[in-house]
């Protein structure tokens, strides 16, 4: 219950097109949902985040899109450009406890082609 | 304002020895965190310190400990290394609440 899937595995797209990325949860009482983009040798990069009352939050080219009865949320990179090809973790956090611990899918390695 | 430090940024230890990892959280932030990302995997949460304190862990082994300093900067000890031991250590800093996590370049960890 304490998972989060994503998907898909990798992902291409040429450069200009749209990149769509699918996590899915059970836990209900998962509160803050952010994405991060990694690239190689480097830590993990806050990219965009929301919560749960929220059905879509766009910051430039990113968007996230919520579905709450579906249990479901996706990252939708427009205009997708070489530099964004990283990998990209969706994650969920569930603040009972006062613990500020977050779940991470098992990330999507973009490839934009120029 | 500076963001979160890691160091070092790559060793290399043998199945049984010890290890020492060390995080600077970054200007004004008193929590941290520390995951650990297996190659091709995502982040998985050890444990998270607060006020000098253990404030929730993840299901990882007695054998990895941890500190935290007044400065709230931070130590990851692991203890009797494995060779599932290898992988990328990363620590993340925030405000002590339910705050966005930023976190530093991280350790890249080897055990043979």
């Known amino acids: 219950q304490q998972q989060v899937k994503q998907s898909p595995q990798s992902l291409i797209v040429q450069k200009g097109g749209i990149s769509i990325i699918n996590c899915a949860y059970e836990n209900t009482a998962f509160d803050y949902f952010p994405w991060y983009q990694q690239f190689p040798g480097k830590g993990p990069a806050l990219l965009i985040a929301?919560?749960?009352?929220?059905s879509e939050k766009k910051e430039g080219r990113f968007t996230i899109s919520f579905n709450k009865s579906a249990k479901q949320f996706s990252l939708h990179i427009m205009d997708s450009q070489p530099g964004d090809s990283a990998t990209y973790f969706c994650?969920?956090?569930?603040?009972?406890?006062?613990?500020?611990?977050?779940?991470f899918g098992t990330g999507t390695l973009l490839a934009v082609q120029p | 304002e500076t963001g979160v430090t890691q160091s070092p940024t790559h060793l290399i230890k043998t199945r049984g020895q010890q290890v020492t990892l060390r995080c600077s959280s970054q200007s004004g932030h008193n929590t941290v965190s520390w995951y650990q990302q297996a190659l091709g995997q995502g982040p998985q949460f050890i444990f998270q310190y607060y006020r000098e304190e253990e404030n929730g862990r993840g299901n990882f082994p007695p054998r990895f400990s941890g500190l935290q300093f007044p400065n709230y900067s931070s130590e990851l000890n692991v203890n009797a290394l494995e060779l599932d031991d290898s992988a990328l250590y990363l620590c993340?800093?925030?405000?002590?609440?339910?705050?966005?996590?930023?976190f530093g370049p991280g350790t890249r960890l080897t055990v043979t």
């Open positions: 993340a800093s925030s405000l002590q609440g339910p705050y966005e996590q930023y």
């Open positions: 929301i919560r749960p009352d929220v």
């Open positions: 994650a969920a956090r569930n603040y009972g406890g006062a613990t500020n611990k977050l779940i």
